[in-house]
């Protein structure tokens, strides 16, 4: 139950802060600026990882270098994320947002120029420090614009990266391909209109950072410190088992497809987008359907119901891989959106630092699985690495040990 001191506080806030002023109804403007900010950025970052084969031949690259060179920029988009929300929690800084794309415009300038191994490493990992302090901002703003649909919100934000994501491979088809390492640098022009789009959300932002603090420091969750714990250990479990089956097919689904299928890179950056495409469409479904059903029941579904399809994807033909892959992307992915705002709402007043934590977490899972399935497809072959992938989605079970939230 809250202190007295509580009660006080929130009554001298509301005082500050009348309600009138605290946003009622859901922004589309914003939320749809924000979604397409997070579409520009993760397509850049698609564009460098759909790049891969390109930059192996051209560099002479192994698997293990390739894991590498995803690694570096994961784990400097994860490890920086939660630290950086959970600052701003405290001291907005909504600057951050264009000052971070300025990083990753460098990033993308010298891993057009770089030419060496550890010139790549660089670049990677100033485009990892740039993604690090766009997500847990911008997710922020997603929440803040949502009028109280909080998966909604969330799931048109993911939904913008997924789309970015999906666009890369096509980009990268199209312009990187073709052309080599030097057409990277094409994306500079991406980033920079992702700068501007992030000024003008800015300034509806700091107009809103008053209000978003009111809201977030005044919510109590019916979760005991025990449970907070249970809940945030069972979500990493989950996480590791959806982005490291991620990272598998994003990472190396085309390497699987020339190699099992013999089909051209270009081809196989075809079908690598077709599943992206079916992760936005499910993310953009997975938020929505949240809001009504609950979070946990999301989770049961996404991960229960895609393990049947993964078990049977590195035993089927060409076209039942396509079919499969698409339902696979479809249901999977639901999970992402419900997972941020269970966990926002198991911890809340740390909108940010969850945020960070959550997109950190996935950065950080998906690099590590990028560098350790890269050794594992050199040492045993990337089809045996589909195979055994095709087991993560069973521990879904871990959902059981959910608690479910609710706030006062």
């Given amino acids: 139950m809250p202190s007295n001191s509580n009660t006080l506080d929130a009554s001298l806030v509301q005082e500050k802060f009348p309600s009138h002023e605290q946003p009622q109804k859901f922004v589309l403007r914003i939320v749809g600026a924000i979604a397409i900010a997070h579409l520009l950025n993760d397509s850049i970052q698609a564009v460098v990882t759909a790049s891969y084969p390109m930059l192996k031949a051209e560099f002479s690259l192994s698997f293990a270098e390739i894991g590498w060179i995803a690694l570096v920029y994961q784990i400097t988009a994860s490890l920086l994320q939660p630290w950086i929300g959970l600052y701003t929690d405290k001291h907005p800084k909504p600057y951050l947002l264009p000052a971070g794309m300025g990083v990753t415009l460098l990033g993308i300038g010298l891993m057009a120029i770089a030419s060496s191994f550890h010139g790549l490493l660089f670049a990677a990992a100033l485009i990892g420090v740039g993604s690090s302090t766009f997500h847990p901002e911008a997710s922020r703003i997603a929440r803040t614009a949502s009028g109280g649909r909080f998966g909604t919100a969330q799931s048109m934000f993911q939904v913008g990266g997924n789309t970015g994501s999906a666009l890369g491979p096509l980009m990268a088809a199209a312009v990187i391909i073709p052309n080599g390492q030097g057409a990277i640098g094409l994306f ?3 980033a920079a209109l992702a700068i501007f789009v992030l ?3 800015t300034k509806w932002l700091v107009a809103q950072v008053p209000v978003q603090l009111t809201a977030a420091q005044h919510k109590m969750t019916m979760l005991t410190r025990q449970q907070v714990i249970q809940a945030m250990a069972v979500i990493c479990i989950l996480m590791f088992a959806k982005f490291i089956y991620i990272a598998a097919i994003t990472n ?3 390497f699987y497809l020339i190699e099992r299928f013999n089909v051209s890179i270009q081809t196989s950056q075809l079908y690598l987008f077709i599943f992206l495409g079916a992760v936005a469409l499910g993310t953009f479904v997975g938020g929505p359907v949240g809001d009504r059903i609950g979070r946990k ?45 269970y966990a926002q709402e198991a911890v809340p007043g740390r909108v940010g630092m969850i945020a960070g934590l959550m997109f950190g977490l996935m950065f950080g899972i998906g690099g590590i699985g990028a560098a350790g399935l890269g050794h594992l497809a050199d040492i045993h072959g990337i089809i045996w690495v589909y195979k055994l992938c095709a087991f993560l989605p069973l521990l879904g079970f871990m959902t059981v040990f959910l608690p479910n939230t609710a706030q006062k």
Avoid: N
């Fill in 199 to 201: 000024l003008r959300v």
């Fill in 252 to 254: 190396y689904f085309t």
């Fill in 297 to 341: 029941a999301v989770v049961w579904m996404s991960f229960l119901g895609v393990a049947p399809f993964a078990l049977m994807l590195p035993y089927v033909g060409l076209t039942g891989t396509a079919v499969l892959t698409i339902i696979i992307g479809l249901v999977m992915s639901s999970a992402f959106s419900a997972l941020v705002v």
């Fill in 188 to 190: 500079v022009l991406v």
